[in-house]
């Protein structure tokens, strides 16, 4: 399966201070999606950022369909823009309270210039319909809107320059469990309809095992653990994914309290990052920062990987 994104060692930094470890993430073309896991803080914002030239790499290297993102300008970078594009976390924030949904949808479409002028509310008439809105919202205001009606609107607005790849930045946290759902059958539908590619940003695991066919957990920026999606959320091998598992409820299901979050802890300068919080630490731990290394056909960076599952069984 060939890659469509590739991103090798990617370090990004927030003026002296390094917040992405040198990640590494792989998209193949769609229909596919990558989940980035991890608490808020660990970095997977950023990296959305980065993925869309809109923060600065401080290391390694973006490729998209063989192209050296990094290295892109004028024109190509315009390109590439079109063929990536971002959903932002919050519909609210994301949409110009000045401009009505009609001129919010068809604003890449004049600044790419890929549709005529004539033909543009004809276009987003049918980018409303795809993502399930009235056409009779075009003459709208985002405060007029539901919150599910403007992330559809948000999504309308990034399918708009028929991308290849999508950049999902938490897409639906910011509603309510109805909506939700709403929001992920159109996601299905559309990674189909379309061939889409995504790369999907969430700490809800539920979304990501449902539209992720391979995940990657960050912790403080450094990938903790990845492989496939399902793998990794029914079996964790390290023990931040075990945590970030054993926090989710399940009905008859008892977990053992040593694989719980415990917040609160620092993050040392030296050796793994979770070893403050982790219950398996040893002196190596905090001495030496572990490599990724397969382990169980995934990749996980743990000095105990080998036998943290019986551990914690």
């Known amino acids: 399966m060939s890659d469509l994104l590739l991103v090798q060692g990617l370090r990004l930094s927030y003026g002296e201070r390094e917040v992405v ?7 193949p073309a769609g229909p596919y999606g990558l989940g980035i896991i991890g608490e808020s803080g660990s970095g997977k914002t950023t990296i959305a ?40 976390q919050d519909g609210d924030g994301a949409l110009d309270p000045r401009m009505s949904v009609l001129s919010s949808v068809s604003e890449p479409l004049a600044i790419h210039d890929t549709v005529p002028k004539a033909q543009r509310r004809e276009r987003v ?3 409303l319909d795809e993502v399930g809105l009235p056409i009779d919202i075009m003459t709208r205001y985002p405060h007029q809107l539901s919150g599910g009606q403007r992330q559809r609107v948000v999504i ?14 938490e897409p639906t946290s910011a509603l309510d469990v109805t909506v939700q759902e709403r929001v992920l ?34 912790y403080e920026g450094a990938v903790m653990e990845s492989g496939p999606t399902r793998d990794l959320l029914d079996s ?15 009905i008859g299901v008892h977990r053992p309290a040593l694989t719980r979050i415990t917040a609160g802890a620092s993050v040392p300068s030296t050796g793994c990052p979770y070893s403050e919080r982790c219950p398996l630490v040893l002196d190596m731990c905090r ?17 105990r990987a080998d036998d943290v599952a019986n551990l914690l069984a």
Request: hydrophobic fraction near 45%; proline fraction near 5%; glycine fraction near 6%.
């Open 21 to 27: 470890h040198g990640v590494d993430l792989r998209v």
């Open 185 to 218: 059958q159109l996601v299905e539908g559309l990674r189909e309809r379309r061939q889409l590619a995504y790369v999907l940003i969430s700490h809800n695991l539920a979304v990501v095992d449902r539209l992720c066919e391979s995940s990657v957990v960050l």
């Open 287 to 303: 001495a030496q920062t572990p490599a990724l290394r397969d382990v169980g056909g995934r990749q996980v960076a743990c000095h």
């Open 236 to 250: 964790p091998v390290h023990p931040y994914t075990r945590a970030l598992r054993s926090a989710v409820p399940e």
């Open 49 to 88: 950022r980065a993925l869309l030239k809109l923060h600065p790499a401080g290391s390694g290297s973006v490729t998209f369909d063989g192209a050296d993102v990094l290295a892109l300008k004028g024109s190509a970078l315009s390109a590439y823009r079109r063929d990536v594009q971002l959903v932002f």
């Open 156 to 169: 309308a607005r990034a399918l708009a320059l028929e991308p290849r790849l999508l950049v999902l930045d």
């Open 125 to 127: 008439a049918a980018l």
